[in-house]
Protein backbone atom coordinates (compact mmCIF):
# COMPACT_ATOMS: atom_id res chain seq x y z
CA UNK A 1 0.00 0.00 0.00
CA UNK A 2 1.49 3.43 -0.96
CA UNK A 3 0.13 4.70 2.00
CA UNK A 4 2.61 2.85 3.74
CA UNK A 5 5.18 4.35 1.75
CA UNK A 6 8.02 5.94 3.91
CA UNK A 7 9.58 7.95 0.85
CA UNK A 8 6.33 9.54 -0.14
CA UNK A 9 5.79 10.81 3.55
CA UNK A 10 9.31 11.68 4.15
CA UNK A 11 10.06 13.74 0.58
CA UNK A 12 7.04 16.58 2.11
CA UNK A 13 9.08 16.34 5.31
CA UNK A 14 12.01 17.36 3.83
CA UNK A 15 11.00 19.69 1.99
CA UNK A 16 9.46 21.86 4.68
CA UNK A 17 12.70 21.08 6.84
CA UNK A 18 14.54 22.82 4.18
CA UNK A 19 12.11 25.79 3.67
CA UNK A 20 11.67 26.77 7.16
CA UNK A 21 15.43 26.71 7.30
CA UNK A 22 15.83 29.22 4.67
CA UNK A 23 12.37 30.93 5.65
CA UNK A 24 13.52 31.80 9.65
CA UNK A 25 15.76 34.58 9.08
CA UNK A 26 13.41 36.91 6.93
CA UNK A 27 9.88 36.37 7.86
CA UNK A 28 8.70 38.85 10.26
CA UNK A 29 6.08 36.61 11.55
CA UNK A 30 8.34 34.35 12.31
CA UNK A 31 10.13 36.80 14.08
CA UNK A 32 7.24 37.70 16.36
CA UNK A 33 6.99 33.87 17.68
CA UNK A 34 10.65 33.37 18.45
CA UNK A 35 10.22 36.92 20.57
CA UNK A 36 7.22 34.85 21.75
CA UNK A 37 9.42 31.32 23.44
CA UNK A 38 11.63 34.23 24.55
CA UNK A 39 9.24 35.96 26.67
CA UNK A 40 7.96 32.34 28.31
CA UNK A 41 11.36 32.07 29.87
CA UNK A 42 9.88 35.34 32.12
CA UNK A 43 6.60 33.73 33.25
CA UNK A 44 6.67 31.51 36.53
CA UNK A 45 3.46 29.82 34.89
CA UNK A 46 1.40 29.00 31.97
CA UNK A 47 -1.54 30.90 33.42
CA UNK A 48 0.60 34.21 33.54
CA UNK A 49 1.47 33.89 29.81
CA UNK A 50 -2.06 33.32 28.86
CA UNK A 51 -2.89 36.58 30.64
CA UNK A 52 -0.41 38.77 28.85
CA UNK A 53 -0.28 37.42 25.40
CA UNK A 54 -2.56 38.09 22.80
CA UNK A 55 -1.81 34.78 20.85
CA UNK A 56 -5.40 32.10 20.72
CA UNK A 57 -4.69 29.74 24.52
CA UNK A 58 -4.60 26.40 22.63
CA UNK A 59 -1.59 27.54 20.33
CA UNK A 60 0.11 29.14 23.58
CA UNK A 61 -0.62 26.30 25.69
CA UNK A 62 1.16 23.99 22.66
CA UNK A 63 4.18 25.90 22.54
CA UNK A 64 4.51 26.76 26.11
CA UNK A 65 5.06 22.75 26.70
CA UNK A 66 7.07 22.27 23.70
CA UNK A 67 9.24 24.98 24.26
CA UNK A 68 10.38 23.48 27.50
CA UNK A 69 12.27 20.81 25.62
CA UNK A 70 13.05 22.74 22.57
CA UNK A 71 14.74 25.39 21.56
CA UNK A 72 12.69 28.59 20.06
CA UNK A 73 13.63 27.33 16.79
CA UNK A 74 13.05 23.92 16.65
CA UNK A 75 9.94 24.69 18.39
CA UNK A 76 9.33 26.49 14.92
CA UNK A 77 10.69 23.53 12.66
CA UNK A 78 8.32 21.43 14.32
CA UNK A 79 4.85 22.91 15.18
CA UNK A 80 5.34 24.12 10.89
CA UNK A 81 6.33 20.57 9.79
CA UNK A 82 4.01 18.96 11.60
CA UNK A 83 0.81 20.97 10.53
CA UNK A 84 2.37 20.59 6.72
CA UNK A 85 3.02 16.68 7.25
CA UNK A 86 -0.70 16.24 8.75
CA UNK A 87 -2.44 17.61 5.58
CA UNK A 88 -0.49 15.62 3.13
CA UNK A 89 -1.55 12.74 5.26
CA UNK A 90 -4.83 13.98 4.68
CA UNK A 91 -4.59 14.36 0.67
CA UNK A 92 -2.58 10.38 0.74
CA UNK A 93 -5.53 9.17 2.91
CA UNK A 94 -8.12 11.01 0.34
CA UNK A 95 -6.38 10.22 -3.01
CA UNK A 96 -4.94 7.67 -5.22
CA UNK A 97 -0.84 7.99 -4.72
CA UNK A 98 -0.10 10.45 -8.43
CA UNK A 99 -3.57 12.69 -7.55
CA UNK A 100 -2.07 12.71 -3.75
CA UNK A 101 1.37 14.10 -4.73
CA UNK A 102 0.17 16.53 -7.20
CA UNK A 103 -2.49 18.08 -4.80
CA UNK A 104 0.48 17.72 -2.08
CA UNK A 105 3.23 20.09 -4.63
CA UNK A 106 0.29 22.76 -5.50
CA UNK A 107 -0.20 22.85 -1.80
CA UNK A 108 3.10 23.94 -1.20
CA UNK A 109 3.35 26.06 -3.44
CA UNK A 110 -0.08 28.03 -3.08
CA UNK A 111 -0.36 27.86 0.57
CA UNK A 112 2.53 26.61 2.12
CA UNK A 113 5.14 29.25 1.48
CA UNK A 114 2.56 31.47 3.49
CA UNK A 115 0.70 29.96 5.94
CA UNK A 116 2.33 27.03 7.26
CA UNK A 117 6.10 28.26 7.02
CA UNK A 118 4.63 31.96 7.95
CA UNK A 119 1.31 31.92 10.36
CA UNK A 120 1.81 28.83 12.60
CA UNK A 121 -1.66 29.15 14.32
CA UNK A 122 -3.53 29.35 11.06
CA UNK A 123 -1.36 26.67 9.58
CA UNK A 124 -2.95 24.80 12.92
CA UNK A 125 -6.66 26.08 11.95
CA UNK A 126 -6.53 24.96 8.06
CA UNK A 127 -6.24 21.36 8.97
CA UNK A 128 -9.79 21.42 10.37
CA UNK A 129 -10.83 23.33 6.84
CA UNK A 130 -8.93 21.12 5.05
CA UNK A 131 -10.24 18.17 6.46
CA UNK A 132 -14.60 19.77 6.13
CA UNK A 133 -13.21 20.05 2.21
CA UNK A 134 -11.99 16.48 1.60
CA UNK A 135 -14.15 14.29 3.58
CA UNK A 136 -18.17 14.31 4.41
CA UNK A 137 -18.00 15.16 7.99
CA UNK A 138 -21.19 15.76 10.55
CA UNK A 139 -22.91 17.95 11.48
CA UNK A 140 -21.79 17.88 15.15
CA UNK A 141 -18.44 16.67 14.19
CA UNK A 142 -18.33 20.44 11.92
CA UNK A 143 -19.15 22.35 15.10
CA UNK A 144 -16.75 20.10 17.48
CA UNK A 145 -13.95 20.89 14.61
CA UNK A 146 -14.65 24.85 14.68
CA UNK A 147 -14.22 24.87 18.56
CA UNK A 148 -11.43 23.50 18.13
CA UNK A 149 -9.46 25.39 15.20
CA UNK A 150 -10.66 28.63 17.15
CA UNK A 151 -8.70 28.06 19.84
CA UNK A 152 -5.29 28.27 17.75
CA UNK A 153 -6.52 30.96 15.75
CA UNK A 154 -9.57 32.47 14.59
CA UNK A 155 -9.90 31.64 11.11
CA UNK A 156 -11.23 28.49 12.45
CA UNK A 157 -14.60 30.57 12.18
CA UNK A 158 -14.57 29.23 8.23
CA UNK A 159 -15.05 25.54 9.45
CA UNK A 160 -19.14 26.52 10.15
CA UNK A 161 -19.56 27.39 6.63
CA UNK A 162 -19.02 23.02 6.14
CA UNK A 163 -22.15 23.02 7.64
CA UNK A 164 -23.76 23.94 4.32
CA UNK A 165 -22.07 21.60 2.66
CA UNK A 166 -24.40 18.97 0.05
CA UNK A 167 -26.84 21.92 -0.13
CA UNK A 168 -28.62 22.54 -3.28
CA UNK A 169 -27.58 25.48 -6.04
CA UNK A 170 -30.42 27.51 -4.67
CA UNK A 171 -29.43 27.11 -1.55
CA UNK A 172 -25.79 28.01 -2.64
CA UNK A 173 -26.83 31.11 -4.06
CA UNK A 174 -28.83 32.67 -1.19
CA UNK A 175 -26.36 31.67 1.53
CA UNK A 176 -23.64 33.65 -0.82
CA UNK A 177 -26.37 36.83 -0.92
CA UNK A 178 -26.56 36.79 2.35
CA UNK A 179 -23.15 36.90 3.64
CA UNK A 180 -22.34 39.47 1.55
CA UNK A 181 -25.58 41.42 2.67
CA UNK A 182 -24.14 40.88 6.18
CA UNK A 183 -21.04 41.85 5.34
CA UNK A 184 -22.26 45.18 3.92
CA UNK A 185 -24.47 46.45 6.53
CA UNK A 186 -21.25 45.65 8.95
CA UNK A 187 -18.99 47.91 6.37
CA UNK A 188 -18.66 51.53 7.48
CA UNK A 189 -19.23 53.73 4.06
CA UNK A 190 -17.65 55.46 2.82
CA UNK A 191 -14.82 52.57 3.05
CA UNK A 192 -10.64 53.57 3.31
CA UNK A 193 -10.35 50.45 2.06
CA UNK A 194 -9.84 51.87 -1.63
CA UNK A 195 -6.83 54.33 0.00
CA UNK A 196 -5.60 51.35 2.36
CA UNK A 197 -5.21 49.29 -1.02
CA UNK A 198 -3.55 52.31 -3.51
CA UNK A 199 -1.31 52.45 0.04
CA UNK A 200 0.50 49.18 -1.22
CA UNK A 201 3.51 49.09 -3.12
CA UNK A 202 3.63 49.03 -6.76
CA UNK A 203 4.40 44.79 -6.51
CA UNK A 204 2.27 44.35 -4.70
CA UNK A 205 -0.65 45.99 -6.58
CA UNK A 206 0.45 44.15 -9.45
CA UNK A 207 0.33 40.84 -7.72
CA UNK A 208 -2.69 40.76 -6.10
CA UNK A 209 -4.69 42.44 -9.36
CA UNK A 210 -2.97 39.65 -11.43
CA UNK A 211 -3.78 37.27 -8.97
CA UNK A 212 -7.77 38.23 -8.67
CA UNK A 213 -8.27 38.04 -12.35
CA UNK A 214 -6.57 34.51 -12.89
CA UNK A 215 -8.88 33.12 -10.11
CA UNK A 216 -11.94 34.49 -11.56
CA UNK A 217 -10.83 32.95 -14.76
CA UNK A 218 -10.03 29.80 -12.70
CA UNK A 219 -13.58 30.42 -10.83
CA UNK A 220 -15.26 30.81 -14.70
CA UNK A 221 -13.74 27.28 -16.37
CA UNK A 222 -15.24 25.65 -12.43
CA UNK A 223 -19.04 26.52 -12.87
CA UNK A 224 -18.98 25.56 -16.37
CA UNK A 225 -18.47 21.92 -14.85
CA UNK A 226 -20.54 22.53 -11.73
CA UNK A 227 -22.94 19.55 -12.61
CA UNK A 228 -20.29 17.58 -12.82
CA UNK A 229 -18.91 17.39 -9.54
CA UNK A 230 -19.60 15.99 -6.22
CA UNK A 231 -20.39 17.62 -3.01
CA UNK A 232 -16.90 18.40 -2.29
CA UNK A 233 -16.03 19.86 -5.20
CA UNK A 234 -18.96 22.38 -5.12
CA UNK A 235 -18.22 23.20 -1.88
CA UNK A 236 -15.00 24.16 -2.57
CA UNK A 237 -16.02 26.51 -5.97
CA UNK A 238 -18.62 28.17 -3.11
CA UNK A 239 -15.61 29.06 -1.14
CA UNK A 240 -13.73 30.25 -4.09
CA UNK A 241 -16.43 32.32 -5.60
CA UNK A 242 -17.58 33.77 -1.98
CA UNK A 243 -13.82 35.00 -1.82
CA UNK A 244 -13.82 36.82 -5.17
CA UNK A 245 -17.01 38.85 -4.41
CA UNK A 246 -15.72 39.57 -0.87
CA UNK A 247 -12.66 41.32 -1.99
CA UNK A 248 -15.07 43.62 -3.86
CA UNK A 249 -16.60 44.30 -0.87
CA UNK A 250 -16.30 47.77 0.87
CA UNK A 251 -14.53 46.97 4.01
CA UNK A 252 -12.40 49.06 6.22
CA UNK A 253 -10.06 46.60 7.20
CA UNK A 254 -8.34 45.73 4.48
CA UNK A 255 -6.26 43.05 6.16
CA UNK A 256 -8.78 40.97 6.99
CA UNK A 257 -10.33 41.06 3.04
CA UNK A 258 -7.06 40.13 2.23
CA UNK A 259 -7.22 37.31 5.02
CA UNK A 260 -10.74 35.71 3.84
CA UNK A 261 -9.54 36.26 0.21
CA UNK A 262 -6.83 34.06 0.93
CA UNK A 263 -8.62 31.16 3.45
CA UNK A 264 -11.17 31.13 0.70
CA UNK A 265 -8.67 30.06 -1.77
CA UNK A 266 -8.39 26.44 0.19
CA UNK A 267 -11.66 25.79 -2.11
CA UNK A 268 -9.43 25.29 -5.06
CA UNK A 269 -7.97 22.11 -3.36
CA UNK A 270 -11.18 19.64 -4.04
CA UNK A 271 -10.91 20.29 -7.77
CA UNK A 272 -6.90 20.08 -7.97
CA UNK A 273 -7.28 16.26 -8.21
CA UNK A 274 -10.44 15.88 -10.67
CA UNK A 275 -9.54 19.10 -13.12
CA UNK A 276 -5.72 18.87 -13.50
CA UNK A 277 -5.98 16.52 -15.97
CA UNK A 278 -9.05 16.90 -18.05
CA UNK A 279 -9.56 20.92 -18.20
CA UNK A 280 -6.91 22.41 -20.05
CA UNK A 281 -8.01 26.02 -19.09
CA UNK A 282 -8.04 25.06 -15.27
CA UNK A 283 -4.12 23.70 -16.19
CA UNK A 284 -3.19 26.98 -17.38
CA UNK A 285 -4.64 29.17 -14.74
CA UNK A 286 -3.51 27.12 -11.80
CA UNK A 287 -0.37 26.94 -13.80
CA UNK A 288 0.21 30.96 -13.68
CA UNK A 289 -1.10 31.22 -10.09
CA UNK A 290 1.37 28.69 -9.09
CA UNK A 291 4.01 31.03 -10.68
CA UNK A 292 3.03 34.29 -9.26
CA UNK A 293 3.15 32.69 -5.90
CA UNK A 294 6.94 31.26 -6.22
CA UNK A 295 7.60 34.73 -7.74
CA UNK A 296 5.72 36.65 -4.92
CA UNK A 297 7.81 34.71 -2.11
CA UNK A 298 10.99 35.20 -3.78
CA UNK A 299 10.30 38.49 -4.09
CA UNK A 300 8.94 39.08 -0.23
CA UNK A 301 12.22 36.81 0.95
CA UNK A 302 14.31 39.36 -0.85
CA UNK A 303 12.96 42.06 0.83
CA UNK A 304 12.51 41.19 4.18
CA UNK A 305 16.28 39.58 4.51
CA UNK A 306 17.64 43.26 3.29
CA UNK A 307 15.31 44.77 5.75
CA UNK A 308 15.64 42.23 8.38
CA UNK A 309 19.35 42.24 7.83
CA UNK A 310 19.59 46.33 7.10
CA UNK A 311 21.10 45.88 4.27
CA UNK A 312 21.02 48.34 1.09
CA UNK A 313 20.07 46.79 -2.60
Known amino acids: MYKKN ?9 ISFFAILAYIPISFDILQYLALFKRYENYINFDEALLNERFEPAFLMLTWYINKFLSPTNVIYLVASCSFYIKIYLFIKKYKYKQALVV ?10 TIDLNIFREAIATIFIIYILLFDVKKIKIIFFTLLSV ?3 KSGLFCLLGLIKGSNNKNYSIITMLILISLLICAAIPSQNIA ?12 LGGNYLIRLLLISTLIKNWSTFN ?27 YRLYQLTFLG ?7 QIKKNTHYQIYLSILAI ?9 FWICFHQICNIEV
Open 6 to 14: FTFFFIPFV
Open 104 to 113: SIFYFILFAL
Open 151 to 153: LFH
Open 196 to 207: SYFKLSPDSKIF
Open 231 to 257: SNEKFGVFLLTLGSLIFLFPLNNYDLK
Open 268 to 274: IIPTIAS
Open 292 to 300: ANIVDFINR
